[in-house]
């Protein structure tokens, strides 16, 4: 089980870090470092882009939070070597989700930022064809995987998709996470890349 240590300024804190993980540490810089697996850094300065660079050369997994999201300030902590980027007032469930994902070695950006990401790689890729010789193996999805696993790769959200199928978001959680599975994918940018025939699964 991982042990997260969440570094931020005193008053700029949330409850739902703790209702997230009961366990985790809680520091004003990185002196708890050896005693976390993941480390959540509120980036607001150049001084807190320096430190995740630091953690992220350690090792470590590191999320990077944040007061107000943008793509800007999205591409520079990724670039630095974090693993996700989101809200520091994100819900317990949703912090939760950011670490099972980055956990699994995936990627995580607030929902806003990654349906832009993935309506840009969407639009910017051609049609599926083959990765190294090799068409990408959709026929181990069941049809309804395969339309799920479609329409998130084309930038859609699980409530629209779950609108557009006429079946629950729950269902498409399901689905999804079969797909991802069976194709042996991380994340949704990763299936957009999978799908196009931009990356190996």
Known sequence: MSQHLFIAPAD??????????????????????????CVWLLVHNDDDMHALQTIAASGRK???????????QARSVLESGASGYVHY??????????AQVVAAGGMW??????????????????????VN???????????????????????????????????TERTVKAHLGSAFEKLNVRDRLHLVLVMSGRAVT
Do not use: C, Y
Not at 114 to 129: C, E, G, Y
């Open 12 to 37: 700029i804190q949330s409850p739902r870090w703790r209702q997230a993980f009961p366990t985790a540490f809680f520091a004003h810089d990185a002196t708890l470092l050896t005693h976390a697996d």
């Open 62 to 72: 590191i999320i990077a939070m944040t007061q107000i999201e943008s793509g800007e």
């Open 89 to 98: 007032l994100a819900a317990a469930s949703v912090l939760e989700q950011v």
């Open 109 to 130: 950006l607030g929902a806003d930022l990654m349906r832009q990401l993935v309506l840009a790689t969407a639009r910017s890729l051609p049609a599926a064809k083959p």
């Open 133 to 167: 010789g090799k068409p990408v193996d959709l026929s181990q999805l069941t049809s309804r995987e395969l339309a799920v696993a479609e329409r998130v790769a084309a930038g859609k959200t699980n409530k629209e998709v779950a609108r557009e199928l006429d079946i």
